[in-house]
């Protein structure tokens, strides 16, 4: 197991390495301190897994998409992040 210090170099590390594409906004709290609105296709995609897990998995994520820190709204800046690449491609 990893001590926190092990794991924040070890994050640090993926960030430093990753291939950002230009003009993405990476950093998920600066997208919410300025009010980024959300990428539609994150809209629908997050629509569609909260139906499908209410109708056919008995609501088991419980996906929330109404204020800061709801599970849903966390999945859709990560979402945002991944269609903002394919965007700038």
Not at 23 to 40: L, S
Not at 57 to 72: A, L, P, S
């Amino acid at each position: 197991m990893m001590t926190n210090d092990e794991r924040r170099k070890h994050f640090q590390m993926l960030q430093d390495t990753y291939d950002k594409k230009p003009g993405v906004e990476y950093d998920i709290n600066k997208r919410w301190e300025n009010g980024v609105p959300h990428h539609p296709k994150s809209i629908a995609l997050m629509k569609r897994i909260s139906d499908t897990d209410w109708i056919w998995n008995d609501d088991h994520f419980c996906w929330k998409t109404g204020g800061d820190g709801d599970n849903g709204e966390s999945l859709m800046y990560l979402l945002d992040i991944i269609f903002d690449e394919n965007d700038a491609r």
